[in-house]
């Protein structure tokens, strides 16, 4: 669960750092390539620091259950990067 929260407070701030108001199409193809890095790396971080099935935080074993919690990453980064593009909309009016 922290490496999840981890991943959307970077999100949040990679929305927010990004200046200007952006399309949601570029915001999203964005978040989708940082998330993709995020979420192998807090993958990695999570298997080193907590060895076995807990690592991955997945149910399902093998090559499918890496897959579905890169995916969830992935999700739990582009939400954050949204989040933090609103909060940004909102602090600079």
């Known amino acids: 669960m922290w490496f999840e929260l981890l991943d959307f ?5 990679f929305g927010y750092v990004h200046r200007g108001t ?3 199409i570029e915001i999203l193809r964005n978040g989708v390539i940082a998330g993709l890095v ?3 790396l807090l993958l990695a971080a999570s ?3 907590l ?3 807990a690592g991955t935080g997945a149910v399902i074993p093998g090559i499918a259950g890496l897959l579905l ?3 969830i990453f992935v999700v739990i980064f582009v939400m954050g990067t949204f989040a ?3 909060l940004e909309r909102i602090i600079r009016k």
């Open 69 to 71: 919690t890169v995916l």
């Open 38 to 40: 995020m979420s192998v």
């Open 51 to 53: 060895p076995g099935e």
């Open 22 to 24: 952006e399309a949601y």
């Open 9 to 13: 407070a970077i999100g949040i701030g």
């Open 84 to 86: 933090g593009d609103q």
């Open 47 to 49: 298997l080193v620091l």
